[in-house]
């Protein structure tokens, strides 16, 4: 059974960083890239990153290049979101996934304020 546990999230004022986890069990982690994606409030669901099976390249959508870093521990089968300069159009609901399947988390909710 696939479970996606997203954790870290809070509220945080603009300018600020967060760290956000995503414990993952029931596939073969290591053998999968991992994405985040986010849901703000009344608009639809947004990839935001992900990063290859060995960890060794992430690519980011243009909303948060430079700003945040993914990163993918297979010891721990765990994947990180590492955002920072964080801004009031970052408040959403973050979720991470293997990148080629469709199995969700609950989510971890961000909300930033001004």
């Known amino acids: 059974q696939v479970q996606l546990v997203e954790s870290g999230g809070g509220l945080v004022q603009s300018g600020g960083y967060l760290r956000l986890s995503c414990a993952a069990s029931g596939f073969p982690f290591s053998r999968f890239d991992m994405s985040w994606y986010r849901q703000a409030p009344g608009k639809e669901r947004e990839f935001v990153a992900y990063i290859v099976k060995d960890a060794g390249v992430a690519h980011y959508s243009k909303s948060v290049e430079g700003r945040f870093t993914v990163s993918k521990d297979n010891t721990k089968n765990a994947t990180y979101l590492q955002m920072s300069n964080l801004t009031p159009e970052d408040t959403a609901v973050y979720y991470c996934?293997?990148?080629?399947?469709?199995?969700w988390g609950r989510g971890t909710q961000v909300t930033v304020s001004s």
């Open positions: 996934k293997p990148r080629w399947a469709e199995y």
